[in-house]
Nanobody, 126 residues
Framework: QVRLVESGGGLVQAGGSLRLSCEASGRTASTYPMGWFRQAPGKERQFVASINWSGRSTYYADSVKGRFTISRDGASNTGYLQMNSLKPEDTAIYYC???????????????????WGQGTQVTVSS
């Protein structure tokens, strides 16, 4: 069993930055890929980025490529999403997720994920 706790959301002006954190607990947490998703009001949940178990491979949605960076720290079992040059259209609830195939080597993993965080609100004002 893996538990995810997110933090780091908030209100920021367009062009600003935020860093989201996702702390994972559980014996097998470090063996799974990790993904970030977001859901804006009235819209479906959208894939943002994923990273493999070792942190060496990553993948980004086109909408965030070049602005967001996904990373993870194996020692602390914490994943991060650094978001720069934020735009109003990035406003959403952001979720981290993990699970799926252990020791998956690819950068892209869109799911299914077994474990989800509670979500953190990111609001970008224009």
């Amino acid at each position: 069993q893996v538990r995810l706790v997110e933090s780091g959301g908030g209100l920021v002006q367009a062009g600003g930055s935020l860093r989201l954190s996702c702390e994972a607990s559980g014996r097998t947490a470090s063996t799974y890929p990790m993904g970030w998703f977001r859901q804006a009001p009235g819209k479906e949940r959208q894939f943002v980025a994923s990273i493999n178990w070792s942190g060496r491979s990553t993948y980004y949605a086109d909408s965030v490529k070049g602005r967001f960076t996904i990373s993870r720290d194996g020692a602390s079992n914490t994943g991060y999403l650094q978001m720069n040059s934020l735009k109003p259209e990035d406003t959403a609830i952001y979720y981290c997720a993990t699970g799926g195939p252990q020791y998956y080597s690819g950068g892209y993993y869109g799911g299914p994920y077994d474990y989800w965080g509670q979500g953190t609100q990111v609001t970008v004002s224009s």
